[in-house]
């Protein structure tokens, strides 16, 4: 989580208390940072330009990687190189729908049952406390049990 605050011990209570109630645990500062790698991710609309002429673009730019996601490229860059990929694109008028460096699990767990409920409960009520401003998550749950669990809501 990346949390702004002006007032630490409340913060941390409030989350402590969010965790405990969904059978979580708050660990020490950094304690999972391992399992996270900052990336630049951008989207662009696949509809609007070709992959070949995207590659040549991002190859020169610097970029890790490209991913089809339904109508939508994804682009992942290293942070330092995130800048210098959203220039090229804007300077090839290629239009950006979102851009933001986020942390990028390095392997997933797939979550189902009580326990996916439990784990959606609680990223839906981190993500709204005030003092969090990002939530950054390891865990998998397919969309039929997202689907199942919105309509018991």
Do not use: C
């Amino acid at each position: 989580m990346d949390v702004i605050t002006d007032n630490k011990n409340r913060t941390v209570s409030e989350i402590r208390s969010a965790f405990t109630k969904y059978n979580g645990n708050l660990g020490a500062s950094g304690s999972v940072a391992w399992m996270f790698t900052k990336k630049g991710i951008l989207t662009i609309d696949a509809n609007k330009t070709s992959e070949d002429q995207l590659m040549e673009i991002l190859l020169e730019a610097g970029a890790d990687d490209i991913r089809r996601e339904g109508d939508s490229f994804e682009i992942y860059t290293t942070p330092e190189q995130f800048e210098a990929v959203k220039e090229a694109l804007e300077k090839n008028k290629i239009e950006i729908h979102s851009s933001e460096l986020s942390m990028e699990a390095g392997s997933t767990i797939h979550l189902s049952g009580k326990q996916a409920e439990q784990m959606l409960t609680l990223l839906e009520i981190l993500e709204d406390h005030d003092d969090v401003k990002q939530v950054y998550a390891n865990f998998d749950v397919d969309e039929e049990e997202i689907e199942k669990i919105a309509e018991k809501g």
